[in-house]
């Protein structure tokens, strides 16, 4: 059951540590995962397939376009940490981003 207490989130990426994540924050009463993002096809059907109240695209924009979403978790490849935070934060949104961060000193500072 849905509650007005919670916060809409939204995932990017749900490869290698993705689904620990999405597993977890799914299983809180105060939030809900309402996108998950992600190219592979076969990991959308998993996401499909295991999480039924979450919707999903291929579409990373489409998520961080989206105005009820307060939180974006970032849970791609290293090397694309830098722009989609950077990207999540000017869209007005809270982050989680899986470590490193960046991949370079100059991109964290």
Do not use: F
Request: aromatic share 6%; net charge neutral; glycine share 4%.
């Amino acid at each position: 059951m849905e509650s007005h207490k919670q916060i809409k989130i939204a995932q990017i990426g749900c490869g290698y540590w993705g689904p620990n994540l999405l597993r977890n924050l799914s299983k809180r009463e105060d939030c809900h995962v309402q996108w998950v993002a992600e190219l592979n096809s076969e990991r959308r059907n998993y996401v499909d397939s295991n999480y039924p109240k979450t919707q999903t695209t291929p579409h990373y924009t489409k998520v961080l376009e989206d105005k009820e979403i307060r939180a974006v978790v970032i849970a791609t490849p290293a090397a694309t940490h830098y722009e989609l935070t950077k990207m999540a934060l000017e869209a007005g949104k809270h982050v989680l981003v899986e470590k490193p961060m960046t991949t370079n000193l100059e991109d964290a500072q």
